[in-house]
T-cell receptor, first 111, second 113 residues
Framework: QKEVEQNSGPLSVPEGAIASLNCTYS??????FFWYRQYSGKSPELIMF????GDKEDGRFTAQLNKASQYVSLLIRDSQPSDSATYLC???????????FGTGTSLTVIP | KAGVTQTPRYLIKTRGQQVTLSCSPI?????VSWYQQTPGQGLQFLFE???????NKGNFPGRFSGRQFSNSRSEMNVSTLELGDSALYLC????????????FGPGTRLLVL
């Protein structure tokens, strides 16, 4: 079983819609959860991270964490064509400094 | 403030050769992690260095090694290259081992023929 699993997509949404990206993780000892965005040919850039159950909002982005279900999601409101990218979910355990990444979900926002 | 830099950006090698990749972290950052990214496996953790010591190692064979210098710059080495080592190698730095924000470099794209 992989540490972090994501639906590879592709996920297509119209401009202005809400994009919902999902991720599950296997280790209950995981402490921190991250969403990265990676444009084609570029390196990943951090969007946001979340530690506690519930929602965390940052501009058009909302991360949601449910530790009981071992599930983390990212909502992108008012999706823009510039949001078209691969979104990587990453998890960090409560020991060490090792990040585990999912294989990413490809998102396309259609104008 | 300059970002994470990696050299070289592109490399072509043949099977059996060895390669050394370099990473310079953001100034003041002391933790450097290395990742391999391939289309099939995604981003996989190779190792993490902090204060010139390897702190964590991923599930890669011993052909993959690394080191960190006193100025926090890091190198990784792959010996006896295999076709499957073709990948994007990414370096990420953070201020310390507890800081949550990792900043990635542009990567080195390695092609093994």
């Amino acid at each position: 079983q992989k540490e972090v699993e994501q639906n590879s997509g592709p996920l297509s949404v119209p401009e202005g819609a809400i994009a919902s990206l999902n991720c599950t993780y296997s280790d209950r000892g995981s402490q921190s959860f991250f969403w990265y965005r990676q444009y084609s040919g570029k390196s990943p850039e951090l969007i946001m991270f979340i530690y506690s159950n519930g929602d965390k909002e940052d501009g058009r982005f909302t991360a949601q964490l449910n530790k009981a279900s071992q599930y983390v999601s990212l909502l992108i409101r008012d999706s823009q064509p510039s949001d078209s990218a691969t979104y990587l979910c990453a998890v960090k355990r409560n020991t060490g400094n090792q990040f585990y990444f999912g294989t990413g979900t490809s998102l396309t926002v259609i104008p | 403030k300059a970002g994470v830099t990696q050299t070289p950006r592109y490399l072509i090698k043949t099977r059996g050769q060895q390669v050394t990749l370099s990473c310079s972290p953001i100034s003041g950052h002391r933790s450097v992690s290395w990742y391999q990214q391939t289309p099939g496996q995604g981003l996989q953790f190779l190792f993490e260095y902090f204060s010139e010591t390897q702190r964590n190692k991923g599930n890669f064979p011993g052909r993959f090694s690394g080191r960190q210098f006193s100025n926090s710059r890091s190198e990784m080495n792959v010996s006896t290259l295999e076709l499957g080592d073709s990948a994007l190698y990414l370096c990420a730095s953070s201020r310390d081992r507890l800081q949550e924000t990792q900043y990635f470099g542009p990567g080195t794209r390695l092609l093994v023929l």
